[in-house]
């Protein structure tokens, strides 16, 4: 992937054609992305969502709110870097539930190629 928003439009086409799979981890995900090419971004994967998955800017109660640059982002989504090892280093900074964001690859994985 080559930007941010390209992940978030993907993740909302691919959620809505895969519901059980973006509403799993039933949890509203809070992203504000660093840098150029970056911006703020929630997803809606609470159950018994079908659509209407993504929204730009930010969400007023989020379960995990997740900050990162826009070069680790892209890193993570195009495998160039660990999202462990991202966090362990201090690259990703997470808020609120922990387990919320452990779930977070899954949902990642649903935009990919």
């Known amino acids: ?60 109660s989020p379960g995990a709110t997740i900050t990162v640059s826009s070069e680790d982002w892209l890193g993570m989504l195009n495998g160039s870097l660990n999202p462990m090892q991202a966090f362990m280093s201090g690259k990703i900074k997470i808020d609120g539930d922990m387990t919320l964001a452990m779930s977070l690859q899954q949902v990642m994985n649903l935009a990919q190629d």
Request: with cysteine; aromatic share 12%; charged share 25%.
């Open 1 to 60: 992937m080559e930007s941010a928003a390209e992940f978030f439009e993907k993740f909302e086409k691919r959620a809505a054609e895969n519901t059980d799979a973006a509403t799993a981890p039933n949890a509203i995900y809070q992203f504000n992305i660093t840098g150029d090419g970056g911006g703020e971004w929630s997803l809606d994967c609470t159950k018994g969502k079908t659509s209407g998955f993504v929204s730009k800017g930010t969400h007023d």
